[in-house]
């Protein structure tokens, strides 16, 4: 038997103080922040109110927060933009804002990132004598990073002749 229990509404003007505290401290997407509500005991229409205030009041924007997690998704744990645009979908941000921060990322900086990560794998790999291993543990790693299969192949290609 499965017990569900309701948290104890706290009320709108307590719940609307905390989300926007909850919301200045770092980017949130639209359903973070209804969770977090739903926690404090709020009903539906409580939520949908309270979210529509935090956009008015710019607390909450999930263009921004698209932007700001593939930046640093990208930035800080070098995934490709596979993974990052497979990540935000399960936050349930729209397509075109996905498609506005994956832009974000430039083709320069793109290409630099999957070299090293390519270059520093290969290094690790320096003990393994079979060159198809080698090609298929680094093709493994790149593409578990997020990287496109073509992009792989590419970088591959150059560095395994």
């Known amino acids: 038997m499965i017990m569900v229990i309701k948290a104890k509404n706290i009320g709108t003007e307590s719940s609307f103080k905390k989300i926007k505290y909850y919301c200045a401290?770092?980017?949130r997407c639209h359903a973070e922040v209804k969770t977090k509500l739903y926690s404090f005991g709020l009903y539906k229409n409580e939520v949908e109110q309270i979210i529509s205030n935090l956009?008015?009041?710019n607390y909450l924007n999930?263009?921004?927060?698209a932007i700001a997690f593939a930046g640093g998704k990208f930035r800080v744990k070098q995934w490709g933009k596979i993974k990052i645009k497979?990540?935000?979908k399960q936050k349930q941000i729209s397509d075109y804002c996905?498609?506005?921060a994956l832009k974000e990322?430039?083709?320069e900086d793109y290409e630099k990132t999957i070299?090293?990560?390519?270059?520093?794998k290969l290094a690790n790999l320096k003990i393994e004598k079979n060159i198809f291993t080698k090609?298929?543990?680094l093709q493994n790693y790149l593409v578990g990073k997020g990287y496109e299969f073509d992009v792989v192949g590419k970088i591959i290609k150059e560095l395994l002749p």
């Open 25 to 27: 401290y770092q980017e």
């Open 55 to 57: 956009i008015e009041e």
């Open 62 to 65: 999930e263009e921004r927060f």
């Open 86 to 88: 497979y990540e935000l």
């Open 98 to 100: 996905i498609k506005k």
């Open 105 to 107: 990322i430039t083709e």
């Open 115 to 120: 070299q090293k990560l390519a270059t520093n």
């Open 135 to 137: 090609k298929s543990k």
